[in-house]
């Protein structure tokens, strides 16, 4: 039970990390504020599942298509409606977070419902790890969302548009008398933003189904992880997506699986009693400001 | 030449400021008339209805003080995107009471009102030190998980909630309590914005290190706000119990949280009067589409952008400034 | 109070952010009545200094005693009401709001309410009054203008009127005379005297060497977040380590 647990422990927090990678990196570490980031999710999963069941386009294709998808979508959330509004954080949220509501319950009304909504897994079978059984997906999934942290991080601190994303959060005035174009950089960190979603989609979707209230669920969770890990801050979203996904499968495991949600709460609660910006936060808190 | 644009009160607005607005009929009426037109709209017209809009109107005032309590919320720069965490505790609360213990619309809806203000503060006091987008990803992240809390836990009547609750004795009763309620809130929230007490609220939403500065604990005033807030939503969530005979989950919805902030957005945020506005726009319309079932909140959504980007300083603030101020082109040298 | 308890005792204070020292083991102390100068180059660490005595930064070490009272990590509006109020170098007012309106805040502040016996009075004469002591003319009516409209020389009289309002004992003004002209540096100057002929503590931050040390009585130099130098100005400013902080070793 406890090899079970932990192993599954670990596939939990990868889901969780691959989760608010993507959020992470437009809002945390751009500053563009994203909350349609859940409906992109959802988006690519069931524009995948067009591509491949509707359109009979071959598997490869449509992930591509679709990660490719979620990427201009980003771009053009942020150059019809960002642009728009930016600076203003309140309105940059309430816009994403309509328009994000708006495509989300367009897919529930078109009747994007049921359980023949699924995405095919990459592999099938398992493996065994002592006397646990894991299947093919979820290993994949852990080490696509290793992959991506650690590439992140590297992108984010030793490449020129990595550092370019993170010095438009910091400080935008700045950053443009170095030469940066805040608005193309703002707008392909939520292209990446976006395509880090629907990366996040294709791989974890095929556990379940493509339900619109996995949207919502994604959003929350990368809330939850960013919130406790700091945001902004890649080793904070690991840190988090760990605590977060080993409490939740431990109390599914020991204690009974619908506790899961309070642990999450009480990890938030405990947090903003302790570090309210974040375990890992670069942000500075409400007082420090020079 | 070249022409610009200008914008100058019209001769009645600076005719009727302050006591001269006694001077004549013509000034009086002017400062009175959109004052009342809310009054005598709201308790005048309602009795007339057909049951079926009386029940649209009771749903319609609900989400506008639902929206005027966020309105509350942001004018002391608190950012709420889960106005349905003080409504399912109001709802949950009253609920309790008169499912477990008996008591009586009269008595369930002050003790929630109240003590659902407590609560709900209480649940976000560690948030208020911190920038207003943590505030704004708790409240979204709150009532979401409360649902699901319920849902797991099966306390409260669990995913079927508690029904058979008492109503109230008389349709139109429930109709002019909400009516009252609403149009207390809304003159009784304006007065306080535009006091000196408001001047600091607003002051900390602007720039509330400087309003540290001044001596003030904004701490002990965001508080105040947040429980003035909360309260009267929880208020909103306790009516709609009895209304509904019906306390559950769906309290914790999406709908409460997403429909006053597309009521404020629409009818302008700060202006208490702006989302009441708004919410009477958006709940009748939404009504008569709802036979397009999810449809709806599609419709709120691309209103949510539409009006964040293209008006946003919102219906009221537009037609204040038209009934007020005046246009014309001028020449500059 | 004895003559010999100092006023404000800052002692060994240090403060970093993220690895940078902005302020390292920077002690003083200022008596009643006196008007302290504190000068350096830009990024001194001066601002900093005067975050940390009124509570916007904690200090990673050191004390800051306030009339015998530790106020070491206190919050900003306890400080306030103790008796301590400051300038910000960045002068941010309410721009939508009248220029008197804006002096309502901290008249509202439970100092102001303590020190006139309960009640408030009427903040709207207070504050009128208060900006004609600074010099808002009576008859134009500048009081009444919103203050987003005003220069720069106003909304600096405005913030020192805003500090004013709070009836501190100890006045920090965080370079007050920055971007003003030398007449308008000479007309808030006498406001600053009335001050201290009212008994006030002042600490002034400022790059206007000239101007500040004809009214301070003793000078301060932080450079690089440390206290290099303290005495009266001319001996400050013949210090070779003051010389080689503000123009460089080459020159000195």
């Known amino acids: ?290 | 030449m070249k022409r610009r644009k200008e914008r100058i009160d019209r001769g009645i607005k600076a005719r009727s400021e302050d006591i001269f607005a006694l001077s004549s009929y013509r000034e009086m009426l002017y400062l009175l008339v959109p004052r009342a037109i809310p009054v005598v709209g709201l308790l005048g017209a309602a009795p007339f209805l057909s049951p079926y809009w009386q029940e649209v109107f009771i749903s319609t005032a609900v989400y506008a003080l639902l929206a005027i309590s966020w309105d509350m919320l942001i004018s002391a720069g608190l950012v709420s995107l889960g106005q349905s965490l003080f409504y399912g505790i109001g709802s949950y609360i009253a609920g309790a009471l008169n499912y477990y213990w008996g008591w009586s619309p009269l008595f369930t809806l002050p003790v929630a009102t109240i003590g659902g203000g407590i609560l709900c503060t209480i649940m976000l006091l560690p948030v208020l030190r911190l920038r207003g987008i943590y505030f704004a990803m708790v409240t979204l992240v709150l009532p979401l998980m409360l649902m699901r809390l319920v849902e797991a836990t099966r306390i409260l009547g669990g995913t079927e909630g508690l029904t058979g609750l008492t109503p109230f004795p008389n349709p139109l009763m429930s109709l002019y309590v909400i009516q009252i309620a609403l149009l207390i809130a809304l003159f009784g929230f304006r007065r306080i914005i535009n006091s000196d007490y408001g001047l600091i609220v607003r002051g900390i939403s602007d720039n509330d290190r400087s309003v540290m500065s001044a001596g003030i604990n904004i701490y002990w005033y965001k508080t105040q706000v947040l429980f003035l807030g909360a309260s009267v939503g929880s208020f909103t969530g306790a009516f709609g119990t009895h209304v509904d005979m019906f306390a559950g989950m769906p309290g914790f919805a999406l709908d409460y949280a997403i429909m006053p902030v597309a009521a404020a957005v629409v009818g302008g945020m700060g202006t208490f009067a702006g989302p009441m506005i708004g919410a009477f726009i958006l709940v009748p319309l939404s009504e008569g589409l709802r036979a397009l079932g999810a449809l709806r909140i599609v419709f709120y959504g691309l209103f949510l952008v539409i009006f964040v980007v293209g008006l946003p300083e919102g219906l009221f603030s537009y037609m204040q400034r038209k009934y007020h101020q005046f246009e014309r082109w001028v020449h500059v040298e | 109070m004895s003559d010999t308890t100092p006023l404000l005792k800052v002692s060994n204070v240090s403060k970093s952010f993220g690895g940078v020292a902005a302020v390292y083991a920077v002690s003083f102390k200022l008596n009643e009545g006196e008007l302290l100068g504190i000068i350096g180059p830009n990024g001194s660490g001066k601002t900093t200094l005067v975050n940390l005595i009124t509570g916007f930064v904690k200090p990673d070490k050191g004390k800051i005693e306030y009339s015998g009272k530790n106020i070491t990590g206190w919050a900003p509006y306890k400080i306030v009401s103790l008796g301590i109020a400051r300038t910000f170098q960045m002068v941010r007012p309410f721009y939508q709001l009248p220029a008197f309106k804006n002096l309502i805040v901290p008249l509202y502040s439970p100092r102001v309410k303590k020190l006139a016996g309960g009640k408030y009075g009427d903040r709207d004469a207070v504050a009128l009054d208060l900006l004609e002591e600074v010099g808002f003319e009576r008859d134009a009516h500048v009081s009444y203008k919103v203050a987003g409209s005003l220069p720069q020389g106003y909304l600096k009289r405005l913030e020192l009127a805003k500090n004013m309002a709070l009836r501190p004992d100890l006045v920090i003004l965080d370079e007050l005379f920055s971007g003003l002209s030398l007449a308008e540096v000479a007309s808030i100057v006498p406001i600053i005297e009335k001050l201290r002929f009212q008994g006030k503590t002042i600490i002034m931050i400022e790059h206007r060497l000239k101007e500040l040390f004809r009214i301070a009585d003793r000078v301060m130099v932080l450079n690089y977040g440390e206290k290099i130098a303290e005495g009266s100005g001319k001996a400050v400013m013949e210090s070779e380590s003051v010389k080689k902080a503000y123009l460089g070793s080459e020159t000195a």
Not at chain 1, 117 to 139: A, E, K
Request: a negative charge; proline letters at 2%; one cysteine or more.
């Open chain 1, 1 to 290: 039970m406890l090899l079970g647990t932990l192993v599954y422990g670990f596939i939990n927090s990868c889901i969780l990390a691959l989760i608010a990678l993507g959020f992470n990196l437009t809002f945390g570490i751009s500053g563009v504020a994203n909350f349609a980031y859940g409906a992109v999710y959802i988006f690519s999963g069931f524009l995948t599942w067009i591509f491949l069941n509707s359109l009979g386009v071959p598997y490869l294709l449509s992930v591509i298509i679709s990660i490719l998808c979620a990427a201009s979508v980003g771009l053009l959330v942020y150059y019809l409606i960002i642009l728009r509004v930016k600076g203003l954080s309140l309105s940059e949220v309430m816009a994403t977070f309509g328009l994000g509501l708006a495509i989300m319950e367009l897919f529930r009304y078109f009747d994007f419902v049921g359980f023949k909504y699924t995405l095919p897994v990459f592999f099938d079978g398992s493996i065994g790890i002592g006397d646990v059984y894991i299947d093919y997906q979820r290993l994949i999934i852990a080490l696509i969302a290793v992959g991506l942290t650690v590439g992140l991080y590297l992108f984010t601190h030793h490449t020129k548009i990595g550092l370019a994303f993170r010095a438009i959060a910091q400080d935008e005035r700045t950053a443009l008398t170095f030469g940066i174009d805040s608005d193309r950089i703002g707008a392909l960190s939520m292209a990446f933003g976006a395509g880090l979603a629907a990366i996040a989609a294709i791989v974890i979707l095929p556990l379940g189904t493509i339900a619109v209230e996995g949207g919502y669920e994604v959003l929350i969770n990368a809330l939850a992880v960013c919130i406790v890990g700091g945001l902004g801050s890649t080793v904070g979203i690991l840190v988090a997506s760990v605590l977060i996904g080993y409490a939740q499968t431990f109390t599914a495991n020991y204690l009974e699986p619908h506790w899961m949600m309070l642990v999450s709460l009480i990890a938030i609660a405990v947090v903003l009693v302790v570090k309210p910006s974040g375990l890992f936060s670069h942000q500075k808190e409400l007082e420090e400001r020079i």
